[in-house]
């Protein structure tokens, strides 16, 4: 699984209420109309900024905070392909694993708003392509790897009737 895309960087503790307000999650099931609501506390204008394949990069301690499901579907359905962060909070990881957003854990020191970057999920590896260097990932477990190119947890049950992990 290879991604490409621009970075959109946030700071520490971005909670689940940032990356999508009650206010609205609970106006709509439409996660593609709550998608344009995402991170519209921290950036009123974030959603008009995307293109997608793009990420949300952050500090330690991404999605604390309630355990909304909604939070990684709105990001999902905003078309950005992972989020980076140095660290993520449980609940928040394990949302995203089952519902197919790629979750990378990395020193994000060296990664600035607008830079262009490529992950290779299989190499544990992510580009900088702006600065021109490499920073090591964190690898996902091969389980996690299947289940994101499944699509998310409910996929790949639907794909093979059963948890297949092989």
């Known amino acids: ?3 490409k895309g621009r970075v959109h960087k946030f ?13 609205h999650k609970f106006k709509t099931l439409d996660m593609k109309e709550l998608a344009k609501y995402v991170m519209e506390d921290l950036d009123p204008d974030f ?6 394949g793009d990420f949300i990069v952050g500090g330690s301690n ?3 905070g309630s355990s909304r499901e909604q939070a990684p ?11 980076i962060a140095k660290s993520f909070a449980r609940i928040f990881y394990r949302n995203c694993i089952n519902t197919g957003l790629p979750l990378i854990e990395c020193d994000t020191d060296q990664i600035d708003e607008n830079d262009e970057l490529a992950i290779d999920l299989q190499a ?3 580009h900088n ?8 990932i964190t690898p996902l477990p091969k389980v996690m790897l299947k289940i994101l190119s499944d699509g998310g947890l409910v996929e790949h049950f639907k794909k093979y009737g ?3 992990f092989d």
Do not use: E
């Not at 700071?11 to 206010?23: F, P």
């Not at 959603?47 to 997608?52: G, T």
């Not at 392509?129 to 090591?136: E, F, N, R």
């Open 62 to 64: 991404f999605g604390c």
């Open 162 to 164: 059963t948890f297949n």
């Open 47 to 52: 959603y008009s900024k995307i293109q997608a």
């Open 11 to 23: 700071g520490n503790d971005v909670n689940t209420d940032y990356i999508i307000s009650g206010r």
């Open 129 to 136: 392509l702006t600065k021109g260097m490499d920073i090591p």
């Open 73 to 83: 579907l709105a990001i999902i359905n905003a078309d950005i392909s992972a989020v």
């Open 124 to 126: 544990g590896v992510l």
């Open 1 to 3: 699984m290879d991604l």
